[in-house]
């Protein structure tokens, strides 16, 4: 058995935060992280960040932010984000501290639970560590689960927390949104008699508008891509299936009966927008790199394997949606040849085939703990005692499923493609309470949880962008540093002294 006052669980930025904090605070420290890299999206493709207002941009978030800009020697937010590998050399740095140990290939699956506190968690190895707190900074929230802290999964109901945004939504236009009179159907591309549904299209009835259907954002790997001399050339993959791509063909055939030639930049999302001329591709549009086929729902609660099925489903498409799009004749010929100057950054992922590490889990668990942030809170700021951190993105519901229906606006009903989920509403700065990063105290009463942290499937839209994420496992470490000192449970914590804390380490509290 292994022993730290500490134990983080995830290398995500929060997790490296969380373990900064904690170490800079005194305690001895432990982050395990079943990769071999640290920094989560933040270095595994996300290079543009979505910031919100840079007001609310305080403590590790702030720093991390600064030393980016020193790293190329120009003014905080010159650039939208870091290049990956100059984002990871920060996090980096950052744990090169005598009191922080980092093991990577550490995937924990157990939790040894005792009178209600964790007293150690088992890794794949065997390998037992144990702590006085942990906190659990993983994208799917494994350790709150091995704990039996009660979690949420997905799209809840609006009569739940009484949210007008809630739950299923209603398919509506928009630069999101599938283009009508498409067919979902294999056999038949007028799409009037029923049967076999394409790839890439999930067949399972829409849930009545408003209902809780369990339905989480899809994920995708955001790619890192460069016109430079150097790029590596994107290859057709061994297992590239022609027929996985037959809706962006019927997609670009509809585009061309009404004229339209997509612009190739919006396709992958892409502006030069990260130094050394890379770019940042993003899910833009009905037919992106987010896979949207209903896979991510199993993703929060499977098993490692499972898991593991779904990254590669999901890098796969990546990959492959690279080659459609700069290959297959069904594409404009405009198209193929703008995206065919483009290729992976040889600086960039060398250990991963030049592409991310880390997929795009958009949401995953949500704990249910002592406070339950809803759309309320951020779109009319309630006012807390215990603010720990301050959070400001607009709620972005990124599509959640790609299905179809069928339209009766017709001489007869025809099966349509359609999309559903996006959303996106802006929201003034608001604050974080502690009490949404920690467990009820009958349920576990030492661990903390800044990024799969206690709000509804609305709120968690918002709360769950990178610098956020950066400055609750700043809060997260420094509670957790603290709770050990003083041997109190994590919801005893002096408040008012962490409060306190953050604010001389620069965290924002009040705008």
């Not at 099966?415 to 559903?420: A, I």
């Not at 661990?447 to 997260?476: D, I, K, N, T, W």
């Amino acid at each position: 058995m292994t022993d730290a006052e500490v134990v983080v669980v995830g290398a995500t930025s929060a997790g490296v935060c969380a373990a900064v904090a904690a170490a800079e605070a005194g305690a001895s420290v432990v982050l395990l992280e079943p990769g071999q890299h640290v920094g989560g999206m933040t270095s595994g493709g996300l290079g543009y960040t979505d910031v919100g207002d840079v007001r609310v941009l305080g403590g590790m978030a702030a720093r991390f932010r600064e030393d980016v800009a020193a790293h190329y020697g120009v003014a905080v937010g010159t650039w939208a984000g870091p290049e990956p590998h100059v984002a990871e050399g920060v996090f980096r740095r950052w744990l090169d501290h005598p009191r922080v140990r980092v093991e990577h290939g550490a995937a924990v699956r157990s939790a040894e639970v005792v009178d209600g506190a964790i007293r150690s968690v088992t890794t794949a190895d065997g390998r037992r560590w144990s702590g006085g707190a942990f906190v659990d900074a993983t994208y799917e929230g494994d350790l709150l689960a091995l704990a039996g802290v009660p979690f949420a999964v997905g799209r809840e109901d609006r009569s739940l927390h009484g949210e007008t945004l809630a739950g299923r939504r209603e398919p509506v236009p928009g630069r999101h949104a599938f283009p009508g009179w498409v067919s979902p159907f294999v056999d038949d591309p007028a799409g009037e008699v029923a049967g076999a549904v394409l790839p890439q299209v999930r067949d399972r009835p829409l849930a009545p508008v408003g209902s809780g259907d369990g339905g989480v954002m899809s994920y995708g790997y955001r790619l890192c891509l460069t016109t430079a001399p150097d790029r590596v050339p994107v290859e057709r993959r061994a297992g590239y299936d022609e027929a996985y791509w037959e809706l962006g063909r019927r997609l670009f055939r509809h585009w061309e009966r009404e004229g339209r030639v997509p612009e190739a930049g919006r396709l992958l999302g892409l502006e030069p927008n990260l130094p050394g001329g890379k770019a940042d591709g993003n899910s833009l549009g009905p037919f992106s790199l987010s896979v949207l086929d209903g896979s991510a729902w199993e993703y929060p609660t499977a098993g490692p394997d499972r898991r593991e099925e779904i990254r590669l489903h999901h890098l796969h498409h990546a990959q492959d949606f690279l080659w459609f799009l700069t290959h297959d004749p069904a594409v404009p010929a405009p198209v193929r040849r703008e995206l065919a100057r483009w290729g992976l950054p040889a600086d960039e992922f060398a250990d991963t085939d030049h592409l991310p590490h880390q997929l795009y889990v958009r949401e995953a668990r949500r704990m249910v703990g002592e406070v339950v942030l809803t759309e309320h809170d951020l779109r009319r700021p309630a006012r807390w005692h215990d603010v720990v951190a301050m959070g400001s993105y607009h709620l972005d519901v990124r599509e959640v499923q790609r299905t179809w229906r069928w339209v009766h606006e017709h001489p007869r009903p025809v099966g349509m493609v359609v999309t559903e989920g996006y959303l996106s509403v802006p929201v003034p700065p608001y604050p974080v309470p502690y009490r949404a990063l920690v467990p009820r105290w009958e349920d576990c009463r030492n661990l903390l949880v800044p990024v799969c942290v206690s709000a509804s499937h609305v709120a968690f839209s918002s709360v769950r962008m990178e610098p956020q994420y950066q400055m609750l496992g700043h809060a997260a470490g420094l509670a957790a540093a603290h709770a050990v000192a003083s041997g109190r449970d994590v919801q005893a914590v002096d408040v008012a002294a962490l409060q306190d804390a953050l604010r001389a380490q620069g965290q924002v509290l009040a705008v």
